[in-house]
């Protein structure tokens, strides 16, 4: 499953890192402490590796009309 922003694509990023105990969970805040505690390494290989060229950098939330 590929990220849908910048901001994913980075947090996921964080999150692998300290799950492979290359930085502290202390550190991590937001979504990357949310993420590092419910999803797998795998799942978070699949987000991190996302290429960001095309990816916009937060989410927009679609209006209703």
Do not use: I, N
Not at 22 to 45: I, N, V, Y
């Amino acid at each position: 499953m590929p990220a849908k922003s910048k901001k994913q694509q980075m947090a996921a990023g964080a999150a692998l890192s300290a799950k492979r105990g290359e930085t502290k969970k202390s550190k991590l805040r937001g979504a990357s402490r949310e993420m590092a505690g419910s999803m797998s390494k795998s799942q978070l290989e699949d987000l991190a590796k996302t290429k960001r060229s095309k990816l916009p950098k937060k989410k927009t939330a679609k209006s209703r009309g």
